[in-house]
C-alpha cells in the first residue's frame, strides 16, 4: 500500500529540548494529521490541518500545512519524557488515510 | 472527543480457526469505517475500508474471502479473520470518520491477534 516518507526514522534527545519531524508525499493531499501511538495502543489525533500554508498548535506542539500541500512538519517544543512514543503523520486526499513511515521519540530525563 | 471502541483487546485462537473484531463508534454515527494492520515496528497498512450499508472495498493485496467485513449499522463494523494462520499475528485497529467533508479520523485502541 501507499505510504508517506517521514523523516527522521528515531531521534534520541534530552528533556526540554525542541524536536522536529516532517512528512513528505508524491501526491497533493487535501489534508494532513498528525498521530501518536503509544506501544500496544492506537493512534491518538495530535493535529489535523486542512488549508495548505495552515501553521497549528496544539500545547506544545505546532504542525504546518506545506504550501505544495505535498508535505507537512511538526514541532514539540520544551520535550518531556511523555513525549516518547512513535509520532506517524497522515495524510488524506479524499477518502483513503495514508500513513507515514513514523518516526520513533525518545526522551532523556 | 469522538470515542471508537475495539475488542477484544487481545486475542490468542488456534491456527484454523475464526477470529471476530468488533469497532463501535461510541457518540457519534461513524457512515465509513477503516480496518487497518500493523505489524511490529512498522507503519499502519490499509485494509480495507466499510461503509454503512454497503460492500467493503479491499486494499490491493487483502484478500476479502478470509477478513470478512461487516458495517451493518452506523456504530458497528465487524473484521472476522476466518481461518488464522501464525503469519495473521497482527495489531488490528479500526477507524472511523463521521460523513462530514474532512472530519478526522478517530481510532480505536487496537486488537492483538496471536494465532498458534
Known amino acids: 500500500g501507499q505510504q508517506l516518507n517521514q523523516s527522521p526514522q528515531s531521534m534520541f534527545i534530552q528533556e526540554g529540548e525542541d524536536v522536529s519531524m516532517n512528512c513528505t508525499s508524491s501526491?497533493?493531499?487535501?489534508?494532513w494529521l498528525w498521530y501518536k501511538q503509544d506501544p500496544g495502543e492506537g493512534p491518538v489525533l495530535l493535529i489535523a490541518l486542512y488549508k495548505a500554508g495552515e501553521l497549528t498548535s496544539n500545547g506544545r506542539l505546532t504542525a504546518q500545512f506545506g504550501i505544495t500541500r505535498k508535505d507537512s512538519f511538526l514541532n514539540i517544543s520544551a520535550s518531556i519524557p511523555s513525549d516518547v512514543g512513535i509520532y506517524f503523520c497522515a495524510g488524506t486526499g479524499f477518502q483513503k488515510l495514508v500513513f507515514g513511515t513514523g518516526t520513533r521519540l525518545l526522551v532523556s530525563p | 472527543g469522538a470515542v471508537v471502541s475495539q475488542h477484544p483487546s487481545r486475542v490468542i485462537c488456534k491456527s484454523g480457526t475464526s477470529v471476530k473484531i468488533e469497532c463501535r463508534s461510541l457518540d457519534f454515527q461513524a457512515t465509513t469505517m477503516f480496518w487497518y494492520r500493523q505489524f511490529p515496528k512498522q507503519s499502519l497498512m490499509l485494509m480495507a475500508t466499510s461503509n454503512e450499508g454497503s460492500k467493503a472495498t479491499y486494499e490491493q493485496g487483502v484478500e476479502k474471502d478470509k477478513f470478512l467485513i461487516n458495517h451493518a449499522s452506523l456504530t458497528l463494523s465487524t473484521l472476522t479473520v476466518t481461518s488464522a494462520h501464525p503469519e495473521d499475528s497482527s495489531f488490528y485497529i479500526c477507524s472511523a470518520r463521521t460523513g462530514v467533508i474532512n472530519s478526522p479520523l478517530h481510532f480505536g485502541n487496537g486488537t492483538r491477534l496471536t494465532v498458534t
Open positions: 501526491s497533493i493531499f487535501n489534508t
